[in-house]
């Protein structure tokens, strides 16, 4: 069975561009949680997204969005990049809402640089 | 106050070694915990669930659970170079939060 697909895994952006980021969770999955992961605050939560729909979302300014798609599938988006979103950015799935069962599936993440 | 706190680290010890890595956390209503193991350039891989009261083990794995004091342990017996990798508690949703909360996690070398 295969596991969570992110694409692209790596990535090098300039300050003010716009960054899109895919996941696709594992076949039967459907919620996709997002986490930012930074050597200083470790893994923050982004958002969930359950049956296309947002359902939990963390403490990230409005730069920071997402969705999901009727096959489960999800992307990200971070407009107007800062420094600050150097991050590797993770994909988590889960078959039910992440906080039922706590067990995430993760991808192996898409590492954004921001010059 | 993090809901859920642990040192960085790196803690490096010799292959064979019992190894006890550990999380505080701040919410008495929290039922369960997780471990988490990242290895490097990798995502983070579900290890353990510990429920709140007592031991589980697994393997040369074992998770504890001290209410009294509000701490999370997870113990390596017989460390292997294969565990060198980040491991991180996480904690489920709670008041005002519905989404598992990860401490920043410790980084573990083991030297063969």
């Known amino acids: 069975k295969a596991g969570v697909t992110q694409t692209p895994r790596y990535l090098i952006k300039t300050r003010g561009q716009q960054v899109t980021l895919s996941c696709s969770p594992i076949s039967g999955h459907r919620s996709v949680s997002w986490y930012q992961q930074t050597p200083g605050q470790g893994l923050q939560f982004l958002f969930e997204y359950f049956s296309e729909t947002q359902r939990n979302k963390g403490n990230f300014p409005g730069r920071f969005s997402g969705r999901q798609f009727s096959n489960s599938r999800s992307e990200m988006n971070v407009s107007t990049l800062e420094l600050g979103d150097s991050a590797l950015y993770l994909c988590a799935s889960s078959f039910g809402l992440a906080g039922h069962t706590g067990e995430l599936f993760f991808g192996e993440g898409s590492r954004l640089t921001v010059l | 106050q993090k809901e859920v706190e642990q040192d960085p680290g790196p803690l490096s010890v010799p292959e064979g070694a019992i190894v006890s890595l550990n999380c505080t956390y701040s919410?008495?209503?929290?039922?369960?915990f997780m471990w988490y193991r990242q290895y490097s350039r990798k995502g983070p891989e579900l290890l353990m669930y510990?429920?709140?009261?007592g031991n589980k083990e697994d393997g040369r794995f074992t998770a504890q659970v001290d209410k009294s004091s509000k701490y999370i342990s997870l113990f390596i017996r017989d460390s292997q170079p294969s565990d060198s990798a980040t491991y991180l508690c996480?904690?489920?949703?709670?008041?005002?939060?519905?989404?598992?909360?990860f401490g920043s996690g410790t980084r573990l070398q083991v030297q063969p």
């Open positions: 919410n008495s209503a929290f039922q369960y």
């Open positions: 510990t429920y709140s009261s």
């Open positions: 996480a904690s489920p949703p709670g008041a005002g939060r519905r989404a598992l909360t």
